[in-house]
């Protein structure tokens, strides 16, 4: 079998959507499939001028902002080309992960497996950059995406909350929609003791680039108060810089999990951390959690977006919900520091998880049940 894989970059590019892009192609390759790039499609100049004109007549009129993403210009534009590139070619199968707008009026015969971490519509203002749009844009967007998943013969979604939404907001058909979780993008242990000590003070691990967003504050506040009520605890800071002064606060502001040594500070890290804190404001599927889960690393985060479908509240980890104040974190994180058996039994828990379900050898194994069965 022949697989088109569509992507903005090079398959074996290990930075595209954080990893991801090449653990699939990984997993696909090792399945035995042949697997060719269909490189991303795009607007030329003249049609890019289009789309802006468009979008500032959009504002004019509306006074609101147009999604230059997702919309009926630029979608059918895209169908066309990658119609007549798929004419020069012979697939059996074409593999489109995320890419709904450049696929949602191609022509062709061949099956598509779409696969994506949401709904496009679920981020209408949930992510900023999918924000402030006007009703004409957003009923674009969505009708966009109401096609791209009746032309799939399969749509694949990252967890239960993008799945069921597909089905129940846009009716697709239920045995046309599969969740197959995401596994860790880099290397976990083989072997782990949860008997060994991690030493006595309790480290908290914020593993985020954008502070912002994964409410890196409101991590700082938490343990700040856990501090300040005598716990032996610190903060572990990765990827992004809030130039904070306290004494039980570490930060990195940047480790490239591409570049072998920092990659081996960022395991290191994980091993000697007590949990992963990242109170998210939004997020679809956090790879991290993943990660975290395969090194047994109970999650405190929020109940939103696809989160729960990588961390189990109460069992792997601590998911509060959306408006909890730092407080809140603290008085349920204090509650597990009061017995190092419940830390035990949560990161034995998380581990089970991992090798479970979020591991990319599960998704692997299921996604070839997909293909064979359809």
Same mark, same amino acid.
């Given at each position: 079998?022949?697989?088109?894989?569509?992507s903005?970059?090079?398959?074996?590019?290990?930075?595209?959507?954080?990893?991801?892009?090449?653990?699939?192609?990984?997993?696909?390759?090792?399945?035995?499939?042949?697997?060719?790039?269909?490189? !991303?499609?795009?607007?030329?100049?003249?049609?890019?001028?289009?789309?802006?004109?468009?979008?500032?007549?959009?504002?004019?009129?509306?006074?609101?902002?147009?999604?230059?993403?997702? =919309?009926f210009?630029?979608?059918?534009?895209?169908?066309?080309?990658?119609? =007549?590139?798929?004419?020069?070619?012979?697939f059996?199968?074409?593999?489109?992960?995320?890419y709904?707008?450049?696929?949602?009026?191609?022509?062709?015969?061949?099956?598509?497996?779409?696969?994506?971490?949401?709904?496009?519509? !679920?981020?209408?203002?949930?992510?900023?950059?999918?924000?402030?749009?006007?009703?004409?844009s957003?009923?674009?967007?969505?009708?966009?995406?109401?096609?791209?998943?009746?032309?799939?013969?399969?749509?694949?979604?990252?967890?239960?909350?993008?799945?069921?939404?597909a089905?129940?907001?846009?009716?697709?058909?239920?045995?046309?929609?599969?969740?197959?979780?995401?596994? %860790?993008?880099?290397?976990?242990p083989?072997?782990?003791?949860?008997?060994?000590?991690?030493?006595?003070?309790?480290?908290?691990?914020f593993?985020?680039?954008?502070?912002?967003?994964?409410?890196?504050?409101?991590?700082?506040? %938490?343990?700040?108060?856990?501090?300040?009520?005598?716990?032996?605890?610190?903060?572990?800071?990765?990827?992004?810089?809030?130039?904070? !002064?306290?004494?039980?606060?570490?930060?990195?502001?940047?480790?490239n999990?591409?570049?072998?040594?920092?990659?081996?500070?960022? !395991?290191?890290?994980?091993?000697?951390?007590?949990?992963?804190?990242?109170?998210?404001?939004?997020?679809?599927?956090?790879?991290?959690?993943?990660?975290?889960?395969?090194?047994?690393?109970?999650?405190?985060?929020?109940?939103?977006?696809?989160?729960?479908?990588?961390?189990?509240?109460g069992?792997?980890g601590?998911?509060?919900?959306?408006?909890?104040?730092?407080?809140?974190?603290?008085?349920?994180?204090?509650?597990?520091?009061?017995?190092?058996e419940?830390?035990?039994?949560?990161?034995?828990?998380?581990?089970?998880?991992?090798?479970?379900?979020?591991?990319?050898?599960?998704?692997?194994?299921?996604?070839?049940?997909?293909?064979?069965?359809?």
């Amino acid at each position: 079998m022949k697989i088109g894989f569509y992507s903005s970059m090079p398959l074996d590019n290990k930075a595209n959507w954080s990893g991801t892009m090449f653990k699939m192609y990984e997993q696909i390759l090792l399945l035995g499939y042949e697997v060719e790039w269909i490189p !991303q499609q795009l607007l030329n100049e003249n049609e890019i001028a289009k789309l802006n004109k468009i979008h500032q007549l959009f504002y004019k009129i509306f006074n609101r902002g147009y999604n230059t993403k997702v =919309n009926f210009f630029s979608s059918k534009k895209l169908g066309k080309k990658i119609t =007549n590139l798929l004419k020069t070619k012979k697939f059996d199968l074409l593999f489109v992960p995320t890419y709904l707008n450049d696929f949602a009026f191609v022509n062709t015969d061949t099956p598509i497996i779409y696969l994506n971490d949401a709904n496009v519509a !679920q981020l209408l203002n949930y992510y900023p950059y999918y924000s402030g749009f006007g009703w004409l844009s957003k009923w674009e967007t969505k009708r966009i995406e109401k096609r791209m998943l009746e032309k799939s013969s399969i749509n694949i979604f990252s967890s239960e909350w993008a799945a069921n939404y597909a089905v129940n907001h846009y009716g697709i058909n239920h045995d046309k929609v599969k969740v197959l979780k995401f596994g %860790a993008n880099l290397a976990v242990p083989d072997f782990l003791n949860f008997n060994e000590s991690k030493g006595e003070d309790i480290v908290f691990l914020f593993l985020a680039v954008d502070w912002e967003r994964k409410r890196g504050n409101l991590a700082y506040e %938490a343990v700040k108060i856990l501090h300040q009520k005598g716990y032996s605890v610190k903060l572990q800071i990765i990827g992004c810089n809030p130039k904070i !002064q306290d004494e039980w606060v570490n930060i990195i502001p940047y480790l490239n999990k591409n570049f072998p040594d920092d990659l081996a500070k960022i !395991q290191t890290h994980l091993l000697q951390s007590h949990f992963l804190l990242v109170p998210t404001k939004a997020d679809c599927t956090p790879i991290a959690f993943c990660e975290a889960a395969g090194y047994g690393l109970p999650v405190i985060s929020t109940d939103t977006g696809g989160v729960s479908a990588h961390v189990e509240n109460g069992k792997t980890g601590l998911l509060l919900p959306q408006n909890s104040s730092p407080e809140d974190y603290a008085d349920a994180i204090e509650n597990i520091l009061t017995s190092k058996e419940k830390i035990k039994a949560m990161s034995i828990a998380s581990r089970e998880k991992y090798i479970q379900e979020l591991n990319w050898q599960v998704w692997r194994q299921r996604l070839e049940q997909i293909i064979i069965k359809h």
